[in-house]
């Protein structure tokens, strides 16, 4: 359900296959923010055509333990960071979170 007014930093509501909704930011690129810590946030964005979905707070807390993300010029005087491409690294931490895959262009081969 998309929400017309960005409500809470929510653009939409999903419903997740078990009935649990959960309240999705859709973004550009790998992005976390200090104004959607604490709010149950998922952030949904497309990279090379993948699309991840991953849970903002838990998502961020392995990023800065593993990154140093936290302390970095615009975490500490903006409250936000984003990446604008994904290293191997972040792949990695986002593999749990990967949706979709981009369709292999090779036709099937049926025997």
Request: hydrophobic share 35%; charged share 25%; glycine share 10%.
């Amino acid at each position: 359900m998309r929400m017309s007014d960005d409500w809470q930093g929510v653009d939409f509501i999903a419903q997740h296959i078990d009935g649990a909704f959960l309240k999705v930011q859709l973004k550009s690129r790998l992005s976390f923010g200090e104004k959607y810590r604490g709010k149950e946030l998922y952030i949904a964005f497309i990279c090379n055509g993948d699309w991840y979905l991953y849970p903002h707070d838990e998502l961020l807390d392995q990023v800065i333990a593993t990154t140093g993300v936290g302390a970095t010029v615009s975490w500490e005087e903006r409250g936000g960071y984003s990446f604008p491409g994904l290293s191997h690294q972040m792949r990695k931490l986002l593999e749990p979170y990967k949706i979709s895959e981009k369709p292999d262009p090779r036709p099937s081969q049926t025997a």
